[in-house]
C-alpha cells in the first residue's frame, strides 16, 4: 500500500468509525505508528480530519472525501469498467457524463477510441454534456469532442457544478446515453450520492438520456449514501467489475438491469 492509497484508507477508517487510533490504525495497516502520526497529521492540516490525543475523529467531510483521495482506490477496475463503457459510445453520440473518479477514467478512454479521434467534415465525433470542471478541462483540448458544460456553483470535493443554473441547462436538451458515476446502488433502492447537490443534477441527467448506464465498482452495490439520484427502475445498464458479488449481480438483472462485468 502506498501513501496515497494508506490516506484514503484512513480517510474511510474515520470517516465510518468517527473515531481512530494510531496504535490499532498501525497494526490494520501494516506500518508504524509513527508513519501513522504523519499521515494523521498531514491529513489534519488539510482540514479532511481533526487530530485528537493518540489518533483523530472525524470532520465535517469525513463521508465525502475530495476526488483527488479517491482516485488510487479500485483503480484498476475502474479502468476496466471506464474501457467497458467506451466501447458502447459510438460516433455522433451526445453523452452525458457526471463527476467521479470512475467517470473522469470514462472520459479517458473515449480519447483512446481510434475512430472518435478525429473530426469528420466539420462534425465533432462525439459531443460531452458534463458538470465536472476536471473531465471538461481534460477534454476541451480535443478538437474531436465538442465539451458542453452544465454551468453552476463549483463543489471543491469534487469538481461537479450544482445548482438552479446547472438545472435550467438540463432542462432544454436531450442525450443518446449518460454514464452515472455513484456513491452507491441497490437493486432495491436505487442509485446514491453523499450530496443532495449533485444527486439532484446527477438525477435530471437521466431524466435527460434515452439510456441510463450505471458505472460503479463492486464495493459500491448493496449499500446507500445520503441523498438518491434515481430508482433502479430509471437505470438500464450496470457496468462492475468482475469481483462484484454474484447475489448483487443476480439482484440488479432481477430487477430488469443489464449487468456488464469487466
Given at each position: ?212 448506464t450505471v458505472i460503479a465498482d463492486g464495493g459500491k ?25 454474484p447475489d448483487q449481480v443476480a439482484a440488479f438483472e ?9
Amino acid at each position: 500500500m502506498d501513501r496515497h492509497e494508506r490516506l484514503s484508507a484512513l480517510l474511510d477508517m474515520v470517516g465510518q468509525r468517527e473515531k481512530i487510533d494510531v496504535e490499532a490504525s498501525a497494526e490494520e495497516l501494516d506500518v508504524s505508528a509513527a508513519t501513522i502520526r504523519r499521515d494523521l497529521d498531514h491529513l489534519a492540516g488539510r482540514r479532511l480530519l481533526t487530530r485528537t490525543r493518540g489518533g483523530a475523529v472525524a470532520s465535517n467531510v469525513a463521508y465525502d472525501l475530495p476526488l483527488r483521495h479517491k482516485a488510487a482506490r479500485k483503480a484498476p477496475e475502474k479502468q476496466r469498467i471506464s474501457a467497458a463503457a467506451a466501447r458502447l459510445v459510438e460516433r455522433g453520440m451526445v453523452l452525458g457524463l457526471n463527476g467521479g473518479t470512475t467517470s473522469t477514467e470514462v472520459a479517458r478512454a473515449l480519447v483512446l477510441r481510434p475512430e472518435l479521434a478525429q473530426r469528420r467534415d466539420s462534425s465533432p465525433a462525439l459531443t460531452v454534456v458534463t458538470n465536472a470542471l476536471n473531465i471538461a478541462h481534460e477534454l476541451a483540448v480535443r478538437p474531436n469532442i465538442k465539451i458542453v458544460v452544465t454551468g453552476g456553483v463549483a463543489r471543491q470535493h469534487s469538481f461537479e457544478l450544482t445548482g438552479p443554473l446547472a438545472s435550467l441547462f438540463l432542462d432544454q436538451i436531450t442525450l443518446d446515453l449518460v454514464f452515472l458515476g455513484v456513491d452507491a446502488f441497490d437493486a432495491e433502492r436505487g442509485a446514491f450520492a453523499h450530496h443532495e447537490g449533485e444527486a439532484s443534477i446527477n438525477r435530471l441527467l437521466a431524466s435527460r438520456a434515452r439510456q441510463v448506464t450505471v458505472i460503479a465498482d463492486g464495493g459500491k452495490l448493496g449499500g446507500h449514501a445520503f441523498a438518491r439520484i434515481c430508482d433502479t427502475t430509471a437505470v438500464d445498464q450496470l457496468i462492475t467489475d468482475a469481483g462484484a458479488a454474484p447475489d448483487q449481480v443476480a439482484a440488479f438483472e432481477a430487477a430488469g438491469v443489464e449487468v456488464l462485468l469487466a
